[in-house]
């Protein structure tokens, strides 16, 4: 490795102020990449889904332009403007053109740089917290997550296996050496998280007739267990659900909201997975004295 890498590190590692300006600056860039996430991996789970529906009724596949996180280049979704370098600068580029395309004047959504200033502010307020640190890098990780689920989520209502399985796996690979905690509860924190909201589903689909949540809720459930351990499910749990009733009751009384209308869990899970990752041991106090 070269010894600028070295020295760089170390300076990371001996100057706090340096690290939490560096990581935020990091998160900002991840932040511009997430948009992309949020925006085209729901689309390649609907290309998959349709080619593996095609194949098994064996007709064939329509030529289709590659669409990857990649491929092809971001564009204009009015006018079809490629999207050039100095116009995909995080929060810089959006506020310079005025939150508008450059070529047809048409609005783009606060939401892209929204989501680059919390991803900065979240992954710089972690490494406050945590310090230079593998509990730092570690919280990154989850954070990039818990934001890109959220918004898939609310624009999709779906927690696609490409993000929640990763994150599941690599909470109990860093818990190995006692990361965020032990590795037996982070095991038993990954199916109680799986089975706690399986039960729920499956008791509410007997009484009801109806579906309450999806599949994917488990598994992100289960993913916080893995990275925090059973200890902190009732709080994540419990946060989860408050969050969830304040901001539901909130969209019926204020935006008629239909009672019908499916609301999404997994951003109420996020947040109670954030609340976890900075308030963990308080929150274990307040029931396990500990």
């Known amino acids: 490795m070269p010894d600028f890498v070295f020295v760089f590190l170390d300076t990371l590692r001996d100057s706090p102020g340096f690290f939490i300006i560096f990581s ?13 996430v949020i925006h085209r991996l729901p689309r390649m789970m609907e290309l998959a889904w349709q080619a593996e529906h095609l194949e098994a009724e064996g007709k064939p596949q329509p030529e289709r332009t590659r669409y ?12 079809q ?40 502010a979240l992954t710089g307020l972690a490494s406050w917290h945590f310090g230079y640190s593998s509990l730092a890098v570690a919280s990154w990780f989850i954070i990039f997550a818990l934001i890109a689920l959220t918004f898939i989520d609310l624009d999709t209502h779906l927690l696609p296996d490409d993000i929640t399985l990763p994150l ?8 190995l050496s006692d990361g965020f905690t032990d590795l037996s509860s982070a095991v038993a924190g990954a199916a109680a998280g799986y089975l706690v909201l399986w039960s729920v589903y499956w008791l509410f689909k007997l009484v009801t007739g109806k579906e309450g949540m ?21 709080a994540v749990i419990l946060l989860s659900s408050i969050a969830g009733s304040i901001i539901g009751i909130g969209l019926i009384v204020l935006t008629k909201h239909g009672r019908e209308t499916p609301i999404p869990f997994g951003p109420y899970l996020a947040l109670g997975g954030v609340a976890a990752l900075f308030f963990g041991k308080q929150l274990s106090q307040l029931y396990l004295g500990g």
């Not at 935020?24 to 992309?36: A, D, I, R």
């Not at 990857?68 to 006018?79: A, D, F, I, K, Y």
């Open 24 to 36: 935020t600056l990091l998160g900002l860039m991840v932040g511009s990449f997430l948009n992309v």
């Open 81 to 120: 403007h490629v999207i050039g370098a100095m116009e995909n600068i995080p929060v810089f580029s959006y506020l310079l053109l005025g939150g508008k395309c450059r070529q047809c004047k048409t609005k783009i959504s606060p939401r892209y740089p929204l989501v680059e200033i919390f991803t900065a």
């Open 214 to 234: 999806g599949y994917g809720d488990f598994k992100l459930l289960a993913a916080l267990g893995a990275w925090f351990g059973w200890q902190l499910l009732p």
């Open 68 to 79: 990857n996180l990649v491929t092809p280049r971001s564009r204009c979704p009015h006018c």
């Open 168 to 175: 599941l796996w690599a909470g109990l690979l860093f818990n």
